[in-house]
């Protein structure tokens, strides 16, 4: 039966913030706890249940206070009075005592174990390094090794729960984030400094022989700690009495010294894995935190302790980047206080020439990577630490900086990262807004990740999901409204922000380098912007400052909305594979689109078309050279759909629409271009971010030469017939022969044609009215329409020209340009040699009359696929020819191993092979009836001709060669012949197909073995030799 | 500049170095040498030494850049010589690209980069090898035959002996440039020597015989005499090898040794040979890489012509030496094909991927050889299935062409150069016409 009095209180304890009120009202109502929350139905105004309400997990706290209380019972007694006391009166001992049991289970746990520890939370005091040492070490000395250790883990909670309870009650979490932070590293110090003097007792007498300090690293070196992680640690090792700084390998006393060192070095060890022990054993008590030793020198492969020269000559000889990146943080945190400053004295200074050093830009490139990555995707989104924003990536970012700028400026020093991003903000090295920004954004994340890690005090990074969890982590930050969704919505609008983490620390700062400010506004000298541009991966520091300033200077909305964009599209610009071209290009881009209404709208308000432009442009000589005649071309990034492929009807549309609106020829094939042109660069730009595979392209590009010739035919065709005012009276078409039958062109091939043209069948036994002119005058038509489609793709052009090449025809170069079908008939029949049947069976008509072209292939399909195939002569003379020609037609100066068409193993060699076994098989095998080489291969493959093995050698071979051609042409805007022998370009060419940034070398190589074994397989499949 | 650096240039004002000689290997494994004053010395360990390598064998055409000689600072020493006069150091420099990557030309980063493959898996690589060579009198025209200097024979103590004289003299310059010998006796033939350096790892190693070859040619022309380090130079004598010990390390342990295991080598020991044994034939255009190298290596007596191991077989291509109780850290494999005109760089780095691709894929060890290989007939050889290593550079070159193994482990730029300088050596030769043919068939034809 529902009790109204119950039913009040439970109202009240509900809207008080209890989870449970029930339970809740139980427990107030406990004799033990009578009359300090509740009298009768009513909630004592400023007792102890509203105190409760005030806590993130009021539930949670009451629990654990009702056992605090049991405990106390069952201890002496003026403890428990003390409590009542307390928890009688307003008050910060009652608040604190209550928000650590309202935020941490472990903490309640830890209290109803040690009961009497109330007092630590409830009398909470800020301890100074000093003094948390003092009572650590106090705590452990004197006793046996198992009770020292149980003894360091209750005293370390015991504290913990003293700054848990300062941290929990501060007025603002933010605010509180440094104090806390620096006093978890000293509790954390002491713990090591107390785990020595545990050690050295573990040791025995040996510990005198030697001195060893504990040099402390990462956020417990940097006095920015968690609640729990790893402690990241070095240990200092020396024997006693050792000359220590005397060095060389001439020192006379090196040997006996170095027995007493060797010795030294073994009771160090010994000493310093007892230290370790000490932390992360798990006892009765639990454990602390596991030491991590592993940013010692040679990592966990070498040895745990070193003398101050060993460690030296290690950072001198071996040492790589992200180690002086780490030293940035090393501070003296237990044992020998003098052999940690000696140390410290030897290896600072080298941290901060560690920007000097060779390789510093790739390494901080490849270690920006590595931060960026490793986020398992399911965590992606609930991660503090890690990923793209992370904390990690802004502690990375502001050490990066230090790096940098500390080489000259000591004030950039600290190994604390808000104090350095503070020193950054007033030397100018950054915004003071950004930086404002930053820090504030930085100490949320930190004081959510503290308070999610306070509640089992679990090592964890990732927010939680469950509205209970959300709920007492907002409440734990202060929010009181809606905790739960406050929690995620303040959370995610400094993820945003943090987000832009790298302009606003790296490159916003360069704009103001160059900017026009007040004298008293604070900016980054033009010195240290190009420290940083180069830092950054701009080879030209100078001129990209010069690029900067042109962009962004004046007052114009261009200049305004560019300030705005530069410093996201500067990062993309250095993470591409040439950051000076590609800012070069933007800047000439801009300038001729600047005031176009479009161009800067869509760069700022388009999602992707920015990057992609900035990405196209880094990589692309090709790109930027077609976009600097045609700028236009830049409208098909922010196009919906503009990055779709076209397909051959929707070119032939644009261009004859192009064709339609001019009447001249010349300005009607200019249009054409332009179209051709603006074709390109939408291919390349789908090439370059991926929406294209290599067999894609060649069919792009392909279209786009076929579309051209066709529009190219028609314009010719008008041109005649207008000056012969009728209709030419045959009809044309146009055979593609090669990579251009073949669907195979690259940005750089020519187009290899046969022309055709046919009257048709005469009307029978009319001829006298036939009004069709005779077989002689529609050849001389066919010619100068021939004639005027030369000219007309021959004229010289912006852009790359598209070549036209007709030495394939019959006679070669001492036949006619076209011929009639039924001449290519009864020259086929009489006088076909064997290369042109060869090259034949790349031939595929690509414009112009399609019943001729149909005519045309029934024409050709009996000779390039032949029902006996090849005669052992005929072999043999294609044998012969392919050798004549590696030797002939090399150019001269180019290699052998790396010529990609001719070269051993190259295009040539495969495409043979492949076309021989297209001679010899596609009369029984249909599906060797193609003009592409990899079709045929792999047709070849399932009709048992090849072995896999072969097929995929031939394969990767063709398709490395073709790639690095088409990326050799995209990133350099001249055609690529052979594998560059160009650091930089290799480099460039191999990031285009998808190498890491730095393989550059790695891919010639590759090409190489690719091509080397794609040539044993053309000796035993072309030439017959006997296989290996 | 780091502390080693600096040592070097602190040496340099002390000891008033006039002169410092900046040492590399070309792909045949000549030295080369470039001189810098002292005040350049700076600028060479910062960005090291701008050169045209166009004009160096094997160096031509990788990149179109200059290439950079950057010194290692670890070799810096004074060169002894009294030809070179005073203050002239010397150091081995690292071939870069103008980027400041490794040249992938650089016979000394072929074998740095098999060294970190070894280190990779945990291995430290050692070799200690044993080095013979003659010694003529100077002042024959090429194409004369070399007369020794002495008719002494093996371990023979000549009296007043130019040969000792001159040990002694090359012993003492050797240990002033910091490199250790272990011994060193008068060889079997006449004017013919051996001097065994102490064992070091395979980089050191190799650094040591390109300088031991260098004092070799220099004492002897200091006392009026000439060396030669050609593998067979003369027809009725044996030639002159360079047995090669190698050691595989982890850690301060010896891999090859196992106490129990028969003649005390291990399961990865026995990979190891294994791995040597099976790749053999691939690798001897490197391990010997000239025409005149296969005139020893099929001279019959103790050459190793024949794809076998043995313990103390010395007619065996690797012999597993005997083993010293106590001695487990001394535990290693002989390899006695390679001969002394090597390039030690490519030598030592070819052995290693053998050896390493038998331990990765744990080849199993063939039976021992345990007869004189030589005194079987070829049917025996085949029932015992055991090969012959190629018989001819030319028959070498066409082994290595099919070779994987080489090719990674040379690059593919060092493996084509070699290929295609070799097979032009093997061209030139063969339209000799030699003595043999003057001698034997001008009388009756």
Same mark, same amino acid.
């Given at each position: 039966m529902p009790n109204p009095r119950t039913s009040t209180a439970h109202a009240a304890l509900a809207r008080l913030g209890f989870h449970d009120p029930a339970r809740a009202e139980r427990f107030l109502r406990d004799p033990c706890l009578a009359g300090l929350a509740l009298e009768g139905e009513d909630v004592v105004v400023g007792g102890l249940a509203q105190a409760l309400g005030a806590v993130?997990?009021?539930?949670?706290?009451?629990?654990?206070?009702?056992?605090?209380?049991?405990?106390?019972?069952?201890?002496?007694?003026?403890?428990?009075?003390?409590?009542?006391?307390?928890?009688?009166?307003?008050?910060?001992?009652?608040?604190?005592?209550?928000?650590?049991?309202?935020?941490?289970?472990?903490?309640?746990?830890?209290?109803?174990?040690?009961?009497?520890?109330?007092?630590?939370?409830?009398?909470?005091?800020?301890?100074?390094?000093?003094?948390?040492?003092?009572?650590?070490?106090?705590?452990?000395?004197?006793?046996?090794?198992? +009770?020292?250790?149980?003894?360091?883990?209750?005293?370390?909670?015991?504290?913990?729960?003293?700054?848990?309870?300062?941290?929990?009650?501060?007025?603002?979490?933010?605010?509180?984030?440094?104090?806390?932070?620096?006093?978890?590293?000293?509790?954390?110090?002491?713990?090591?400094?107390?785990?020595?003097?545990?050690?050295?007792?573990?040791?025995?007498?040996?510990?005198?022989?030697?001195?060893?300090?504990?040099?402390?690293?990462?956020?417990? #070196?940097?006095?920015?700690?968690?609640?729990?992680?790893?402690?990241?640690?070095?240990?200092?090792?020396?024997?006693?009495?050792?000359?220590?700084?005397?060095?060389?390998?001439?020192?006379?006393?090196?040997?006996?010294?170095?027995?007493?060192?060797?010795?030294?070095?073994?009771?160090?060890?010994?000493? !310093?894995?007892?230290?370790?022990?000490?932390?992360?054993?798990?006892?009765?008590?639990?454990?602390?935190?596991?030491?991590?030793?592993?940013?010692?020198?040679?990592?966990?492969?070498?040895?745990?302790?070193?003398?101050?020269?060993?460690?030296?000559?290690?950072?001198?000889?071996?040492?790589?980047?992200?180690?002086?990146?780490?030293?940035?943080?090393?501070?003296?945190?237990?044992?020998?206080?003098?052999?940690?400053?000696?140390?410290?004295?030897?290896?600072?200074?080298?941290?901060?020439?560690?920007?000097?050093?060779?390789?510093?830009?790739?390494?901080?490139?490849?270690?920006?990577?590595?931060?960026?990555?490793?986020?398992?995707?399911?965590?992606?989104?609930?991660?503090?630490?890690?990923?793209?924003?992370?904390?990690?990536?802004?502690?990375?970012?502001?050490?990066?900086?230090?790096?940098?700028?500390?080489?000259?400026?000591?004030?950039?020093?600290?190994?604390?990262?808000?104090?350095?991003?503070?020193?950054?903000?007033?030397?100018?090295?950054? #915004?003071?807004?950004?930086?404002?920004?930053?820090?504030?954004?930085?100490?949320?994340?930190?004081?959510?990740?503290?308070?999610?890690?306070?509640?089992?005090?679990?090592?964890?990074?990732?927010?939680?999901?469950?509205?209970?969890?959300?709920?007492?982590?907002?409440?734990?930050?202060?929010?009181?409204?809606?905790?739960?969704? !406050?929690?995620?919505?303040?959370?995610?609008?400094?993820?945003?922000?943090?987000?832009?983490?790298?302009?606003?620390?790296?490159?916003?700062?360069?704009?103001?380098?160059?900017?026009?400010?007040?004298?008293?506004?604070?900016?980054?000298?033009?010195?240290?912007?190009?420290?940083?541009?180069?830092?950054?991966?701009?080879?030209?520091?100078?001129?990209?400052?010069?690029?900067?300033?042109?962009?962004?200077?004046?007052?114009?909305?261009?200049?305004?909305?560019?300030?705005?964009?530069?410093?996201?599209?500067?990062?993309?610009?250095?993470?591409?594979?040439?950051?000076?071209?590609?800012?070069?290009?933007?800047?000439?881009?801009?300038?001729?689109?600047?005031?176009?209404?479009?161009?800067?709208?869509?760069?700022?308000?388009?999602?992707?078309?920015?990057?992609?432009?900035?990405?196209?442009?880094?990589? &692309?000589?090709?790109?930027?050279?077609?976009?600097?005649?045609?700028?236009?071309?830049?409208?098909?990034?922010?196009?919906?759909?503009?990055?779709?492929?076209?397909?051959?009807?929707?070119?032939?549309?644009?261009?004859? +629409?192009?064709?339609?609106?001019?009447?001249?020829?010349?300005?009607?094939?200019?249009?054409?271009?332009?179209?051709?042109?603006?074709?390109?660069?939408?291919?390349?730009?789908?090439?370059?971010?991926?929406?294209?595979?290599?067999?894609?392209?060649?069919? !792009?590009?392909?279209?786009?030469?076929?579309?051209?010739?066709?529009?190219?035919?028609?314009?010719?065709?008008r041109?005649?017939?207008?000056?012969?005012?009728?209709?030419? #009276?045959?009809?044309?078409?146009?055979?593609?022969?090669?990579?251009?039958?073949?669907?195979?062109?690259?940005?750089?091939?020519?187009?290899?044609?046969?022309?055709?043209?046919?009257?048709?069948?005469? &009307?029978?036994?009319?001829?006298?009215?036939?009004?069709?002119?005779?077989?002689?005058?529609?050849?001389?038509?066919?010619?100068?329409?021939?004639?005027?489609?030369?000219?007309?793709?021959?004229?010289?052009?912006?852009?790359?020209?598209?070549?036209?090449?007709?030495?394939?025809?019959?006679?070669?170069?001492?036949?006619?340009?076209?011929?009639?079908?039924?001449?290519?008939?009864?020259?086929?029949?009489?006088?076909?040699?064997?290369?042109?049947?060869?090259?034949?069976?790349?031939? +595929?008509?690509?414009?112009?009359?399609?019943?001729?072209?149909?005519?045309?292939? +029934?024409?050709?399909?009996?000779?390039?696929?032949?029902?006996?195939?090849?005669?052992?002569?005929?072999?043999?003379?294609?044998?012969?020819?392919?050798?004549?020609?590696?030797?002939?037609?090399?150019?001269?100066?180019?290699?052998?191993?790396?010529?990609?068409?001719?070269?051993?193993?190259?295009?040539?060699?495969?495409?043979?092979?492949?076309?021989?076994?297209?001679?010899?098989?596609?009369?029984?095998?249909?599906?060797?009836?193609?003009t592409s080489t990899l079709p045929a291969l792999r047709a070849a493959c399932e009709a048992g001709l090849v072995t896999t093995e072969q097929a995929q050698e031939l394969t990767a071979a063709w398709s490395m060669a073709s790639a690095i051609r088409d990326a050799g042409m995209v990133w350099r805007g001249r055609a690529m012949e052979s594998v560059p022998s160009d650091l930089r370009d290799a480099d460039g060419v191999g990031r285009l197909i998808g190498r890491a940034p730095g393989e550059g070398q790695a891919m010639v190589d590759a090409y190489l073995r690719s091509a080397r074994h794609a040539r044993a397989v053309v000796d035993e499949l072309f030439y017959g030799d006997t296989p290996r | 500049m780091n502390r080693q650096e600096e040592f070097v240039l602190r040496s340099i004002e002390e000891r008033d170095v006039r002169f410092v000689r900046l040492w590399f290997t070309d792909v045949l494994g000549t030295l080369k040498s470039v001189a810098i004053s002292p005040a350049e010395l700076e600028t060479a360990f910062a960005e090291g030494i701008g050169f045209d390598g166009s004009a160096i064998e094997g160096f031509a055409r990788v990149y179109e850049a200059d290439m950079l000689a950057k010194p290692d600072p670890a070799t810096f020493q004074m060169l002894p010589w009294r030809t070179e006069g005073p203050g002239t150091a010397r150091m081995f420099c690292d071939l870069l690209n103008t980027d400041g990557t490794p040249s992938v030309a650089d016979p000394r980063y072929v074998l740095q980069r098999a060294l970190t493959k070894a280190a990779d898996l945990g291995f430290t690589f050692y070799t200690h090898p044993e080095i013979e060579f003659f010694l003529f009198e100077q002042g024959r025209k090429p194409g004369d035959k070399p007369v020794p200097i002495d008719q002494g024979g093996y371990f023979d103590h000549l009296p007043q002996g130019h040969a000792h004289d001159f040990r002694r003299a090359a012993i003492t310059m050797l240990e002033s440039m910091g490199i250790s010998v272990e011994f060193s006796h008068h060889e079997a033939a006449p004017g013919q020597n051996e001097i065994d350096l102490r064992y070091a790892d395979a980089l050191t190693m190799a650094d040591n015989i390109m300088t031991f070859r260098t004092v070799i040619k220099e004492v002897a022309y200091e006392h009026g005499v000439f060396a030669s380090f050609m593998p067979k130079p003369l027809m009725e004598y044996p030639g002159s090898g360079m047995h090669t010990h190698l050691s595989l390390f982890e850690g301060d342990t010896n891999v090859f040794y196992e106490p129990g295991a028969r003649y005390q080598i291990s399961k990865t020991g026995r990979a190891f040979i294994a791995g040597l044994l099976r790749h053999a034939a691939e690798i001897t255009a490197i391990t010997n890489q000239w025409v005149n190298s296969y005139k020893r290596l099929w001279g019959g007596g103790e050459a190793p012509a024949f794809v076998s191991w043995g313990h103390n077989n010395s007619s065996a291509m690797v012999r597993i030496p005997m083993y010293k109780p106590s001695k487990g850290q001394a535990t290693r494999v002989e390899v006695r094909t390679l001969d002394t005109a090597c390039n030690p760089y490519l030598a030592f780095a070819v052995l290693l991927a053998a050896g390493l691709k038998g331990i990765e894929e744990g080849y199993e060890l063939p039976d021992e050889a345990e007869d004189d290989v030589w005194s079987l007939t070829d049917g025996e050889r085949r029932a015992l299935g055991i090969d012959a290593l190629p018989t001819s550079l030319h028959e070498a070159v066409t082994v290595m062409e099919r070779s994987d193994l080489v090719a990674e482990t040379l690059g593919e730029h060092v493996f084509d150069y070699f290929l295609r300088n070799k097979r032009q050596e093997w061209v030139d030769y063969r339209t000799q016409v030699t003595p043999f043919e003057l001698e034997r068939l001008l009388p009756r034809l």
């Open positions: 993130a997990d009021p539930d949670l706290a009451l629990l654990a206070l009702v056992r605090l209380m049991e405990g106390l019972q069952r201890s002496s007694g003026s403890h428990l009075s003390a409590l009542t006391d307390a928890l009688a009166r307003p008050g910060v001992a009652r608040d604190r005592l209550l928000a650590v049991m309202g935020a941490s289970t472990a903490l309640a746990d830890h209290l109803a174990a040690h009961p009497e520890h109330w007092s630590s939370a409830a009398d909470a005091r800020r301890l100074s390094d000093r003094e948390l040492t003092a009572v650590l070490v106090d705590a452990v000395t004197g006793r046996e090794t198992a +009770a020292a250790l149980d003894a360091l883990r209750v005293a370390y909670r015991r504290e913990l729960i003293g700054i848990a309870a300062l941290d929990l009650t501060a007025p603002s979490p933010v605010d509180a984030l440094p104090d806390t932070a620096r006093s978890l590293a000293d509790l954390a110090a002491a713990a090591l400094e107390a785990a020595w003097v545990i050690g050295r007792a573990e040791v025995g007498p040996d510990a005198d022989s030697v001195r060893l300090s504990v040099i402390g690293m990462g956020k417990c #070196g940097g006095r920015e700690l968690n609640y729990v992680s790893d402690v990241d640690v070095i240990f200092v090792c020396e024997p006693v009495g050792h000359p220590g700084d005397a060095d060389g390998p001439t020192d006379a006393a090196g040997d006996v010294d170095g027995d007493a060192e060797a010795r030294a070095m073994t009771v160090g060890t010994h000493w !310093a894995s007892a230290i370790m022990r000490a932390c992360a054993t798990a006892t009765a008590e639990g454990t602390l935190w596991p030491v991590d030793a592993a940013l010692r020198p040679e990592g966990k492969q070498g040895p745990l302790v070193r003398t101050v020269r060993s460690h030296k000559s290690y950072y001198e000889r071996w040492a790589k980047t992200w180690e002086f990146q780490a030293l940035l943080k090393a501070r003296h945190v237990a044992g020998d206080r003098e052999l940690s400053e000696r140390y410290l004295d030897e290896i600072t200074p080298m941290v901060w020439q560690a920007s000097a050093r060779e390789n510093f830009v790739e390494d901080v490139q490849a270690m920006r990577r590595r931060v960026e990555q490793h986020v398992p995707a399911r965590e992606a989104e609930r991660q503090l630490k890690l990923g793209p924003g992370g904390l990690r990536d802004v502690e990375f970012s502001v050490q990066l900086l230090q790096l940098v700028h500390g080489r000259s400026d000591d004030s950039l020093r600290s190994r604390t990262t808000l104090d350095a991003l503070a020193a950054l903000a007033d030397g100018g090295y950054i #915004g003071r807004e950004d930086a404002a920004v930053l820090d504030e954004a930085y100490r949320f994340l930190r004081a959510m990740e503290h308070r999610i890690q306070l509640h089992r005090l679990r090592r964890t990074h990732l927010v939680p999901t469950s509205d209970d969890e959300l709920r007492r982590l907002g409440r734990s930050m202060g929010l009181t409204s809606e905790p739960d969704k !406050a929690i995620v919505e303040q959370w995610q609008r400094r993820a945003r922000e943090v987000r832009s983490l790298h302009q606003r620390l790296f490159y916003r700062p360069l704009l103001s380098a160059v900017a026009r400010l007040g004298a008293d506004e604070l900016r980054l000298t033009p010195a240290a912007a190009e420290e940083r541009l180069a830092a950054l991966g701009f080879r030209d520091p100078k001129g990209a400052l010069r690029h900067i300033e042109a962009l962004t200077d004046g007052v114009s909305r261009t200049a305004a909305i560019q300030r705005t964009l530069l410093p996201v599209m500067l990062g993309w610009f250095a993470s591409g594979a040439d950051p000076d071209a590609g800012l070069l290009a933007f800047r000439k881009v801009s300038d001729e689109l600047g005031t176009v209404p479009w161009y800067l709208k869509m760069l700022r308000d388009e999602g992707d078309a920015a990057e992609r432009l900035a990405h196209v442009l880094s990589s &692309s000589r090709f790109a930027a050279q077609l976009l600097e005649r045609s700028p236009t071309s830049a409208q098909i990034l922010g196009l919906p759909g503009g990055l779709r492929r076209r397909t051959r009807d929707q070119l032939d549309a644009t261009m004859a +629409a192009a064709l339609a609106r001019y009447d001249s020829p010349a300005e009607a094939f200019e249009a054409v271009r332009t179209v051709r042109r603006q074709e390109l660069f939408r291919v390349i730009v789908m090439d370059v971010v991926d929406l294209l595979d290599l067999e894609e392209v060649g069919h !792009a590009l392909t279209d786009i030469a076929a579309s051209t010739i066709g529009a190219a035919l028609q314009l010719a065709t041109a005649v017939e207008t000056e012969l005012g009728e209709p030419l #009276g045959t009809a044309l078409m146009v055979v593609g022969m090669g990579r251009l039958g073949g669907g195979e062109m690259s940005y750089a091939s020519d187009a290899d044609v046969m022309l055709v043209h046919d009257p048709g069948p005469s &009307s029978d036994g009319d001829s006298e009215h036939d009004p069709r002119p005779d077989d002689a005058e529609l050849q001389r038509r066919a010619s100068l329409v021939v004639q005027e489609l030369r000219r007309l793709l021959a004229i010289s052009g912006p852009e790359p020209a598209l070549g036209l090449d007709v030495d394939l025809r019959p006679e070669g170069k001492n036949g006619p340009l076209v011929r009639s079908l039924d001449s290519y008939r009864s020259y086929y029949e009489r006088w076909a040699a064997t290369w042109e049947r060869q090259a034949l069976v790349r031939a +595929a008509p690509v414009a112009g009359d399609p019943d001729l072209a149909a005519a045309f292939v +029934a024409l050709i399909d009996p000779l390039r696929y032949p029902a006996d195939g090849l005669t052992s002569h005929e072999l043999r003379d294609i044998r012969r020819l392919k050798a004549r020609m590696e030797s002939e037609r090399l150019p001269r100066g180019a290699d052998r191993r790396t010529h990609l068409k001719l070269g051993t193993g190259g295009l040539s060699d495969v495409e043979w092979t492949v076309q021989v076994l297209q001679l010899q098989h596609a009369h029984e095998v249909p599906g060797l009836r193609t | -």
